[in-house]
Nanobody, 115 residues
């Protein structure tokens, strides 16, 4: 099993920046992919960015050039968010994929961008 804890959310003005952190514990060496997802009120949860154990990175089109996902170490995955817009307001979740297991989720962290 894997446990995930997100931190770093908050309130920021449009055009500002925030950094999110996801710390994993448990069976971290079998994580195939770690992703950041977000869910705005009344909307489906959607992928923001992901990084595989081999370092392959994927971004949603709506964050390309503004957000950067990286791995600080084996346990910590970061999401650097720049040029934030009001549409980025959502709860941001960290998700971890392990072969043969449903996706593990963190508890989420709120990001609010004021215009």
């Amino acid at each position: 099993q894997v446990q995930l804890v997100e931190s770093g959310g908050g309130l920021v003005q449009a055009g500002g920046s925030l950094s999110l952190s996801c710390v994993a514990s448990g069976d971290i060496w079998n994580i195939d992919r770690t992703g950041w997802y977000r869910q705005a009120p009344g909307k489906e949860r959607e992928l923001v960015a992901s990084i595989t154990s081999g370092g392959r990175i994927t971004y949603a089109d709506f964050v390309k050039g503004r957000f950067t996902i990286s791995r600080a170490n084996a346990r910590k995955t970061l999401l650097e968010m720049n040029s934030l817009i009001s549409e980025d307001t959502a709860v941001y979740y960290c998700g971890a994929d392990l072969t043969g297991h449903p996706r593990y989720w963190g508890q989420g962290t709120q990001v609010t961008v004021s215009s």
